[in-house]
């Protein structure tokens, strides 16, 4: 990655990840940290099969999905049950994101590159409350660009978005990179575009692609910015 000059993250799922208790707190549930880790964790590999099958879904499309996944493992039970529950995780959401938590290590990681002389920012499929979450993560200020779907109106994997961001920050595709956590959005929108994509954690990809396990990983593939 000798030639990359800017580094573009993913918001959800990779800087900042969704609050179990605030999820819990809306649901009407008690919050049990690991049931909820092992239920989330559950919920993710079923999204990510279905959206596989619906490749051109939109970011509201997929999020029943997750919660829906997410509550069946909490073992809410189904029917008018289940459907409250989404419905009041849906309203919670539409108020404050509920992608809310700062990812482990995600302020030592940029405040790192960003030391480094990377460009940085984020592209996020969202829905208008991206900046405030990441504001409030204690993240925002690390980043020079932020691009949310929900404002410009164009949704990942749409190379579209990305360009955006390459535009603000007046670099060329090619000198830049993008970290997410899910192939379909993440890996093939910033290929398509001329970023170079790198997958964090455990998703599927149906061929070899850049991986790190975590945030703190990406620091030996960019120890200086050329």
């Not at 990812?103 to 960003?114: F, I, P, R, Y």
């Not at 779907?149 to 990942?156: N, R």
Request: aromatic share 6%; with cysteine; net charge negative.
């Amino acid at each position: 990655m000798k030639e990359i000059r800017g580094i573009l993250f993913d918001a959800g799922g990779t800087l900042i990840h969704i609050d179990g208790e605030r999820v819990c707190r809306a649901a009407g549930l008690s919050f049990a940290p690991g049931e909820f880790a092992r239920a989330e964790a559950a919920a993710h590999a079923q999204a990510r099969e279905w959206i596989a099958r619906h490749p051109d879904s939109t970011d509201a499309e997929r999020l029943p999905i997750f919660v829906d996944g997410l509550l069946r493992r909490l073992k809410v039970e189904d029917g008018p049950v289940r459907a409250e529950a989404a419905r009041r995780l849906a309203t919670e959401h539409e108020r404050a994101n509920l992608w809310s938590r700062p990812g482990e290590n995600a302020a030592e990681t940029l405040e790192t590159l960003k030391r480094r002389s990377y460009r940085l920012g984020v592209v996020s499929n969202s829905n208008g409350h991206v900046r405030g979450l990441l504001r409030h993560a204690g993240l925002a200020h690390f980043l020079e660009v932020i691009i949310d779907s929900a404002e410009l109106g164009i949704e990942k994997p749409d190379p579209r978005i990305f360009f955006a961001a390459t535009n603000d920050l007046d670099l060329e595709p090619a000198e830049c990179a993008y970290v997410g956590d899910i192939y379909e959005i993440d890996v093939v929108g910033a290929r398509a575009a001329g970023l170079a994509p790198i997958l964090i954690g455990d998703c599927p990809a149906p061929e070899p692609v850049a991986r790190v396990a975590d945030l703190l990983a990406l620091l030996p593939l960019f120890p200086q910015a050329p």
